[in-house]
């Protein structure tokens, strides 16, 4: 039987705590590609570099680092190196969350719905960003990968995969969730560096969850995997026969 290939990518980068373990979870599965930026892009979302060139090193004969966005590594991968015959995507492990909100900011989640466009199924990876080890996660990961490939996949879906911090190595349980919500801090910070110039800093401080049974969220306040089935297609149908109604 015909071993499947696999693309593995992130936003972590490189040096992403989160990479080596998904690869060594996935090769237990199939033949693995790995294309990860060449240094950190968390909060990347759906950027593709069209303005300037792209510059790819290959570490190994199936590690490759490139120097553009998550979406630019699933792209390079599945189109160049791949030749569009890879059978699933697998984005992470990523160090933090991706829930709720996160999923629009998210360079990881993004990379698995670049995938998606051009056809390919694709799973993002996420844990609890303090978590020292990934091994809990990684074999859960390659669970799931499994069972996707046997599954497959509804067309334009992904999957949306958190994890949360193990205990003894193991999670409570795997749950499917809506979306949560996940609030970030709205004020920016106005600083002068040491030259007396004046810089502005955009991240906030600290996350507060919205705990509602049932989203991705509440799963994971509740010690369990969370699994979200995210669409392409963002159209909300409701609002579209609204809109129908309007005079325009």
Known sequence: MKKPIILVTNDDGIHGPGLRP????????GRVVAVVPDQERSADSHC????KPIRVHA??????????????CARFGILW?????????????????????????????????????????????????????????????????????RQSLPK????????????????????????????????I??????????YFWLGGKGVKWIDMPGTDVGAIARGFVSVTPLRLDQTDGESLESLRDWRL
């Open 22 to 29: 998904l690869i060594a979870a996935m090769q237990r599965l």
């Open 48 to 51: 593709l570099t069209l303005h």
């Open 59 to 72: 570490l190994g004969p199936s590690l490759t680092t490139v120097s553009g966005s998550p979406a630019d």
């Open 81 to 149: 190196l791949m030749k569009g015959n890879a059978d699933l995507v697998v984005s992470g492990i990523n160090r933090g969350y991706n829930l709720g909100e996160d999923i629009i900011y998210s360079g990881t989640v993004a990379a698995a719905r670049e995938a998606r466009i051009l056809g390919i199924p694709a799973i993002a990876f996420s844990q609890e960003p303090d978590a020292a080890s990934y091994a809990a996660s990684a074999a859960c990961a390659l669970r799931l990968a499994r069972q996707t490939l």
């Open 156 to 187: 334009g879906v992904i999957l949306n995969v958190n994890f949360p911090k193990s205990r003894a190595g193991k999670f409570r349980g795997i749950q499917a969730a809506r979306l949560g919500r996940r609030i970030y801090s709205s004020s």
């Open 189 to 198: 910070s106005r600083r002068r560096d040491p030259r007396g110039r004046t």
